[in-house]
């Protein structure tokens, strides 16, 4: 069972809650609510889309199953695996960032059980994502990983995310993220297997080189100089 307590929207309040968290999210960035609310509202075809993905996939339906959540009590033990693991390469880029796998918000406005574990399962893979594609955490990183996530899942929320990061660029940003970043996340996207039916707590004692080749997964190019 998920935290949190869902609410049944109609369909007037749904638009009013997607126009609302779309105006404060780009008002706002950082907020991870409203960031959280406009995927709920504006995703749920998309969200049905990659349900049936997981469904047609043996890690997807087992996640379905046994619906893992990344949270400390269960991902923990990746602060102890070998350097050149998946897993420790997670908890490196969680430990020097000082984030937490529990400081996600719950899921509030999915209809089923089932979308409601798909919306929280895709939010909560997030940072695995960056640990996989080397993507840093600022305006032009997470810009880049939500190209990637909508080449992955076609949420809408993703692609208002792009056009409200790329908003607040400054030219040299700008520049920087048009011609080097887009055009690499675009075809990473496309590229690489199928995200959201891998069972990833599964396979961090794996070499994350070993991973990557296996889910086509290319890293960001470093920066031009």
């Known amino acids: 069972m998920l935290q949190g307590r869902r609410i049944r929207l109609k369909g007037w309040q749904q638009a009013a809650v997607a126009v609302g968290s779309a105006f404060g999210a780009l008002m ?15 995703g749920k075809p998309a969200f049905e889309r990659v349900l049936e993905r ?24 990746a602060w102890d695996l070998p350097e050149n ?30 979308l409601a574990y798909v919306a929280m399962r895709a939010r909560e893979v ?23 996530e909508f080449e992955q899942m076609y949420l809408p929320m993703c692609l208002l995310s ?11 940003q700008r520049a920087l993220f048009f011609k080097h ?28 080189d070993v991973v990557r080749k296996r889910w086509g997964i290319t890293p960001a190019p470093a920066p031009p100089k």
């Open 28 to 42: 706002d960035p950082r907020r991870a609510d409203l960031i959280a609310a406009l995927g709920e509202t504006t």
């Open 54 to 77: 997981m469904k047609n996939n043996p890690e997807g339906r087992a996640m379905l199953l046994e619906r893992p959540r990344v949270i400390s009590a269960n991902v923990g033990h």
């Open 85 to 114: 693991t998946f897993g420790a390469a997670y908890a490196r880029f969680m430990g020097s960032r000082n984030f937490s796998p529990d400081d996600r918000p719950p899921v509030r406005f999915m209809e089923t059980e089932e």
């Open 126 to 148: 997030h940072d695995f994502w960056h640990t996989l594609f080397d993507l840093p955490t600022n305006l032009i990183g997470e810009s880049a990983l939500k190209v990637i």
């Open 162 to 172: 792009v056009v409200g990061g790329t908003a607040r660029f400054n030219e040299k």
């Open 181 to 208: 970043y887009l055009p690499w996340a675009t075809r990473a996207g496309m590229q690489c297997t199928d995200l959201m039916c891998i069972y990833y707590e599964q396979h961090f004692h794996e070499d994350l």
